[in-house]
Nanobody, 127 residues
Framework: QVQLVESGGGSVQTGGSLRLSCAAS????????MGWFRQAPGKEREFVAA????????AYSDSVKGRFTTSRDNAKSTVYLQMNSLKPEDMAVYYC????????????????????WGQGTQVTITS
């Protein structure tokens, strides 16, 4: 069983930046594609970004493309989400997730594609 722990959440003003981290247990982190999702109160969990197992390919939702960047350090078993130019609609609990499918594909953006999930970290946007 893979355990994922998000960190780096907090409160930031509109237009500001925040960097989230997701640390994974185990020795097979480099086998997994990693995804980022977010969920606002009363809303469904939505796809944000994903990165392939080797870190060579990334995918982003239209709402964050150009503002967010995901990266990974397989030696540290950690994936990152750099969030810039934050908007009020970015306010949510952010979750990282791991998929045993290392390559990115259409279903990479679907919740059901992922096998392991972290507990989430809160991102609050202020005016």
């Amino acid at each position: 069983q893979v355990q994922l722990v998000e960190s780096g959440g907090g409160s930031v003003q509109t237009g500001g930046s925040l960097r989230l981290s997701c640390a994974a247990s185990g020795r097979t982190f480099s086998d997994y594609a990693m995804g980022w999702f977010r969920q606002a109160p009363g809303k469904e969990r939505e796809f944000v970004a994903a990165i392939s197992s080797g870190g060579y390919n990334t995918a982003y939702s239209d709402s964050v493309k150009g503002r967010f960047t995901t990266s990974r350090d397989n030696a540290k078993s950690t994936v990152y989400l750099q969030m810039n130019s934050l908007k009020p609609e970015d306010m949510a609990v952010y979750y990282c997730a791991a998929s045993i499918w290392g390559n990115l594909m259409e279903r990479t953006a679907q919740v059901d594609h992922y096998d392991y999930w972290g507990q989430g970290t809160q991102v609050t946007i202020t005016s």
